[in-house]
Antibody
Framework: EVQVVESGGGLVQPGGSLRLSCAASGFIFTDFYMHWVRQDPVKGLVWVSRIDPDGSTTSYADSVRGRFTISRDNAKKTVYLQMNNLRAEDTALYYC??????WGQGTQVTVSS | DIQMTQSPSSLSASVGDRVTITCRAS??????LSWYQQKPGRAPKLLIHSASALQSAVPSRFSGSGSGTDFTLTISSLQPEDFATYYC?????????FGQGTRLEIK
């Protein structure tokens, strides 16, 4: 059974940091690009970042480039999203996605003072 | 960035109806187009990838077509469980982008 489980979300003040984790199982982790996608009621679904299967190539949305860093540990079948200098507009439900069809249930990030 | 525009934004239909949702890309994306269904409180579910390939275990009443800039998702005969929000997504280039969504409601 495929499982993708995000953790690490929470309430943080503007300018603060959070590290999201995503533990995957039930599929060949090293075959898949892994993504972070966020969703809020106003902007809908927004792609945030992607990492290739061996972790050598990453991509970011313009809105997070320079503040967020995606990484992966293939031995642990885990993807991370380090989020620094958080802003109110980063408030959203953050999904981890394996390929196109392996979605987690999301972890809520709220940036507020 | 490639902009994805869906129409309509919302749609009311009845069980048994045939429904078509359109997605237009701001530039050619070949066949790099996926469709997702999302129900409240749930993660999106992949229905169609590569513009027209039905994802495993998705009912055959769902179909996708198109290439280049214009794409459609068709539900041939609406079932009660199909009332949800539908999103298109392009993976031709980064940043990957989604349409704004089409909310399908019961008439």
């Amino acid at each position: 059974e495929v499982q993708v489980v995000e953790s690490g979300g929470g309430l943080v003040q503007p300018g603060g940091s959070l590290r999201l984790s995503c533990a995957a199982s039930g599929f060949i982790f090293t075959d898949f690009y892994m993504h972070w996608v966020r969703q809020d009621p106003v902007k809908g679904l927004v792609w945030v970042s992607r990492i290739d299967p061996d972790g050598s190539t990453t991509s970011y949305a313009d809105s997070v480039r320079g503040r967020f860093t995606i990484s992966r540990d293939n031995a642990k079948k885990t993807v991370y999203l380090q989020m620094n200098n958080l802003r109110a507009e980063d408030t959203a439900l953050y999904y981890c996605v394996g390929g196109r069809d392996h979605w987690g249930q999301g972890t809520q990030v709220t940036v507020s003072s | 960035d490639i902009q994805m525009t869906q129409s309509p934004s919302s749609l009311s239909a009845s069980v048994g109806d045939r429904v078509t949702i359109t997605c237009r890309a701001s530039q050619s994306i070949g066949g790099y187009l996926s469709w997702y269904q999302q129900k409240p409180g749930r993660a999106p579910k992949l229905l169609i990838h590569s513009a027209s390939a039905l994802q495993s275990a998705v009912p055959s009443r769902f179909s996708g077509s198109g290439s280049g800039t214009d794409f459609t998702l068709t539900i041939s005969s609406l079932q009660p469980e199909d009332f949800a929000t539908y999103y298109c997504q392009q993976t031709y280039d980064t940043p990957i982008t989604f349409g704004q969504g089409t909310r399908l409601e019961i008439k």
